[in-house]
């Protein structure tokens, strides 16, 4: 059993209450738009594995050391992280069929900064796009999730919400 901690769209923000809501995870996946490397430091501070891959607005140290997209498994479910992947009924070009071929359990993406939680029937997989966790964008709340995986059981699914602190 592995608690993962979720999040998104820092923009290169630091909140000290990443830190606090992730104690205890096993792991923390960032979706990017990580913004500055120093976000994953920080991260890896807290929690023995840290997950992440660039985004769009991304660049230097973040693009040298995360990949756009990571498929890997935990705990028997097999992961697809990226920041642009769309969701169930409007995928991003080509990720349905790498996530049919992939035979994705979960998947995982940013970008939006909207907050979704969909299990697609069709594809047979959890979508979870943890909405936005920096300051930086259009979005009215700042959103983190912690999610339980235990073997192909994925439950426990929290939503974090954070005020803005501007």
Not at 55 to 69: A, F, Q, S, T
Not at 81 to 97: E, F, S
Not at 111 to 138: M, R, T
Request: hydrophobic content about 40%; glycine content about 10%.
């Amino acid at each position: 059993m592995k608690k993962i901690g979720i999040l998104s769209d820092t923009h290169g923000y630091w909140d000290d209450r990443y830190a606090a809501h992730f104690a205890g995870c096993d792991e923390v996946w960032h979706a990017g738009d990580i913004g500055h490397y120093e976000i994953i430091e920080k991260l890896k501070e807290i929690v023995p594995v840290v997950r992440a891959v660039s985004g769009n607005i991304d660049h230097g140290m973040v693009k040298r050391k995360c990949k756009e997209l990571e498929i890997f498994e935990v705990e028997g479910v097999k992961v697809l992280l990226t920041h642009i992947g769309g969701y169930p009924g409007r995928w991003a070009p080509g990720m349905k069929r790498l996530l049919k071929e992939e035979k994705i359990n979960l998947m995982v993406c940013g970008h939006s900064h909207i907050l979704k939680v969909i299990y697609d029937k069709e594809l047979d997989l959890l979508h979870v796009n943890p909405g936005a966790a920096g300051q930086q964008g259009w979005h009215k709340a700042r959103t983190l999730i912690r999610l339980t995986v235990d073997g192909t059981d994925m439950r426990d699914c929290e939503i974090i919400e954070l005020l803005f602190c501007r």
